[in-house]
């Protein structure tokens, strides 16, 4: 099996290298801070996935940030920063849009393949129940649509192909740690495990759908 895995320095990231390379999976990793990989670089994804051979079963996108610089999630309308809110689509909506147009076509075209990305339960439009974090929902939300709809389109070339969202869960790293609160968490290295047990399951009917780390389906 060979895998590549994008954000392979975070925690998560990290966790599925190792996890993929126990089970004897050739693994490529890149990351922003390891290998100067920018989702938010159009020319950059371009060229990052232009040095790769292709023929990989699993494509899994682990970047992401809940807080970018100094914006934390929004609390109320009044704390709307329109830099801050294109920030967040810049990586969580359009770098995942790049990664698919850019990484997906290193896809095994035939057989079962896999195209992965880190969502969020409170991108669901449907489970949302509380309110606040306004930019970081939004932008889950739209890489959701983004799945989904490249999820389309590659199975037309690639029928075993399955494109999914994946919700973690709260994961003990750097981007959940501060907002945790009193949920429940999981260590970087259960949360791949759980992930990685998730996708073998999944069939070329789960395509273009979306699943938390329990293998429960999440509403869009």
Do not use: C
Request: hydrophobic share 45%; aromatic share 6%.
């Amino acid at each position: 099996m060979r895998a590549l895995v994008l954000g392979s320095s975070g925690g998560i990231g990290s966790a599925l290298v190792q996890d993929l390379r126990a089970r004897g999976a050739d693994v490529t990793g890149l990351s922003r801070r390891e290998h100067g990989l920018d989702l938010t670089d159009q020319d950059n994804v371009a060229r990052a996935a232009a040095a790769l051979e292709g023929g990989f079963d699993l494509v899994f996108n682990a970047t992401g940030a809940l807080q970018i610089g100094d914006h934390r999630p929004e609390k109320s309308l009044n704390a709307i920063d329109a830099q801050a809110m294109a920030a967040q689509f810049a990586l969580n909506a359009i770098g995942v849009a790049l990664a698919l147009r850019y990484f997906s076509p290193l896809l095994h075209r035939s057989g079962r393949v896999v195209f992965a990305s880190l969502s969020a339960r409170v991108g669901s439009i449907g489970d949302n129940r509380l309110g606040g974090w306004i930019s970081y929902r939004a932008a889950k939300a739209a890489q959701n649509q983004i799945l989904r709809t490249a999820a389309i389109e590659i199975a037309r070339k690639r029928p075993e192909a399955i494109v999914v969202a994946l919700h973690p869960g709260t994961v003990e790293t750097p981007l959940s740690t501060p907002f945790a609160g009193n949920h429940p968490t999981i260590t970087p290295r259960q949360a791949a495990e759980a992930l990685l047990a998730v996708m073998e399951r999944l069939t070329p009917a789960d395509n273009g759908s979306f699943w938390d780390w329990k293998g429960q389906p999440v509403e869009w």
